[in-house]
C-alpha cells in the first residue's frame, strides 16, 4: 500500500498499490489474485488509449505477480501520469514494477519497459521525446523480464520490417540492464538507512 | 544475453536482494537421497531440513526471491533462508499475535478485521473461561489482541484468545482508553526482537501499557493524554529515526 514515483527524463508516472484486499464476489477470482491497473491521464477523463495501455499494463503484471498465494483477493496498481514527455508507456511499466516491489508483493521477477523509435532513414533512439515519436516511422515498446530477458509485452505504432524489430529488441534488452540496476540502487539505498 | 543465474546463497547473506534472483544452496541441501544413505552407515551427521523463510520460494536449482529485501540466515537446526522486507500490508499467518477491531457480531461468531484482505472470525467460546452460560462481553468496535488458530491462502482465517493449554496468556479483550495507531510491519518486529532499546528507553521515561500486533498494530495507554501522545509520535517516528536522534528526543521530554 504505498506509492513510487520514478523519473526517466521529463515523463513522471506516480503509481499506488492497494492489496491485496477483499474483492468484490462479481470480481474475484477463486485459485489466484485479481489484479486490477487504473490510469489517470494528467487531463481530462481516461479514454480508450487509457484503457488499451491499462489491459497491456494488467497482462505484463499477471506475468510476474504470484498471484496464487493470494487467491480471492484484489490487487489494484493506479497510476497517475504526472507529465508526459514521450515513452509513456515503458514510464508506466517501469512505475508499476517499482509500485510492486516497494508494496511486497511477492513477484518471481522483475520487469521494466523500453521504448524505440525508428527513424525514417533506420536509425533506432531509445526512450525518444515526443517529437521525435512524432517524427519517427515506427514506435515500438517493449517489456522485459529480470531473470532472462525475455519479452513480456510488445507493443508497436507504425510499420517496420521484422529484422528492425528484432534490432531494437536487442537494443531493448541492453538498455534493460541498465534499468535493473538502477532498481538495485534504489532498493539498496532504502535499505541501507534501516 | 542470459545473464549468470544465481549467486550462492552464503555470499548474499546481509545484502540486498530482488525478485527474480536465483539463490544456489550449498550441495549438501540438494542431497536428500544421499543423506539418507550416510545415515544408515553411520558416515557423516545429516544436515536436518533446510527452512525457506518469507519471500522465498524452493524451485529446482535453489531458492528463488519472490520480494525485495536483506537476506538473512540463521544457521540453527538445519538452517534456514528468510528475506527481512519492508511492508505495510499484512498477510494472515498461523500462530501470530494480531489486534483485531470487533466489526460485526453474527451469532455465535465475532467478526474481526485484522488488516487482511478478509475478516477473521472468533467463537465466543475461544476465551479463557467462556462457556454458554457465561460469555464475554464483547461490542462492536472492542478492541482484540489474540493468535490465529488457522490461516492459510484458502480459508476465512480464524482467531482464539486462548492458547493450548486453555489460558488466555495476555490475551483477550484490550480495556478502555488507550490509542490504536499502525505502523509498518518492520517497525513491529524490531520493537519485539529480544534487546529492543526503543522500548527499554521509553519505559524509562514513563510508565505506560503496550500491545504490539503483527499485523502492524500497536496500542498505547500511559497516565494521561499527553504522555500517550508523546509515546505515541516517538514510536511512529523511530522507524525512520537512528539510535541518537531517538537519544536526543527522549532526552528533550525527559528533561521536562
Given amino acids: 500500500d504505498l506509492p513510487a514515483l520514478p523519473v526517466p527524463g521529463d515523463t513522471s508516472v506516480l503509481a499506488g498499490v492497494y492489496g491485496p484486499a477483499e474483492a468484490k464476489l462479481s470480481k474475484e477470482l477463486p485459485d489466484r489474485a485479481a489484479l486490477e491497473v487504473l490510469l489517470r491521464p494528467k487531463v481530462g477523463l481516461p479514454g480508450v488509449l487509457e484503457r488499451s495501455r491499462e489491459q497491456l499494463l494488467r497482462q505484463t503484471c499477471e506475468a510476474v505477480v504470484l498471484g496464487v498465494l493470494h487467491p480471492r483477493t484484489a490487487i489494484t496498481l493506479v497510476l497517475q501520469v504526472l507529465s508526459d514527455a514521450g515513452s509513456l508507456l515503458s514510464c508506466c511499466l517501469n512505475a508499476a514494477c517499482i509500485g510492486l516491489l516497494d508494496a511486497g508483493l511477492p513477484l518471481s521477477s522483475l520487469f521494466c519497459g523500453v521504448t524505440c523509435a525508428l527513424d525514417p532513414d533506420g536509425t533506432i533512439i531509445l526512450d525518444p521525446t515526443t517529437r521525435q515519436e512524432q517524427e519517427a516511422r515506427a514506435v515500438l515498446s517493449f517489456a522485459i523480464d529480470s531473470s532472462e530477458r525475455k519479452v513480456l509485452m510488445a507493443s508497436t505504432k507504425g510499420s517496420c520490417s521484422i529484422e528492425e524489430m528484432q534490432q531494437c529488441l536487442a537494443a531493448a534488452q541492453r538498455a534493460a540492464d541498465t534499468i535493473f540496476q538502477f532498481y538495485r540502487d534504489s532498493v539498496r539505498r532504502r535499505y541501507s538507512k534501516s | ?248 528526543a527522549l532526552a528533550k521530554f525527559s528533561g521536562n
Fill in chain 2, 1 to 248: 544475453m542470459a545473464a549468470e543465474r544465481g549467486a550462492a546463497a552464503e555470499a548474499c547473506v546481509g545484502q540486498v536482494v530482488l525478485p527474480g534472483d536465483l539463490l544456489l544452496l550449498p550441495a549438501q541441501y540438494d542431497e536428500d537421497a544421499e543423506g539418507e544413505r550416510l545415515r544408515l552407515s553411520a558416515g557423516a551427521a545429516p544436515v536436518g531440513r533446510l527452512l525457506c523463510g518469507p519471500g522465498l520460494r524452493r524451485c529446482a536449482a535453489g531458492l528463488l526471491v519472490t520480494k525485495c529485501g536483506l537476506l538473512r540466515h540463521r544457521p540453527a537446526g538445519g538452517g534456514a533462508y528468510w528475506v527481512d522486507s519492508q511492508q505495510k500490508r499484512y498477510v494472515p499467518v498461523k500462530g501470530d499475535h494480531v489486534i483485531g477491531i470487533v466489526t460485526a457480531k453474527a451469532g455465535d461468531v465475532f467478526k474481526l478485521d485484522v488488516g487482511g484482505s478478509e475478516p477473521a472470525s472468533l467463537s465466543y467460546l475461544a476465551f479463557e473461561g467462556a462457556t454458554k452460560r457465561n460469555r464475554p462481553n464483547v461490542q462492536v468496535g472492542d478492541l482484540i489482541y489474540g493468535q490465529f488458530l488457522v490461516a492459510n491462502k484458502d480459508m476465512e482465517p480464524e482467531m482464539v484468545c486462548i492458547d493450548s493449554s486453555g489460558k488466555s496468556s495476555g490475551m483477550g479483550i484490550i480495556g478502555q482508553d488507550g490509542f490504536l495507531f499502525k505502523v509498518s510491519l518492520g517497525l513491529i518486529r524490531k520493537l519485539l526482537s529480544p534487546k529492543c532499546e526503543i522500548i527499554q528507553e521509553l519505559s524509562q521515561l514513563y510508565p505506560f501499557e503496550l500491545v504490539l500486533g503483527m499485523n502492524g498494530r500497536i496500542w498505547v495507554k500511559a497516565k494521561t493524554i499527553q504522555q500517550t501522545l508523546i509515546i505515541v509520535n516517538i514510536l511512529e517516528a523511530s522507524e525512520y529515526m537512528t539510535a541518537e536522534q531517538r537519544k536526543q
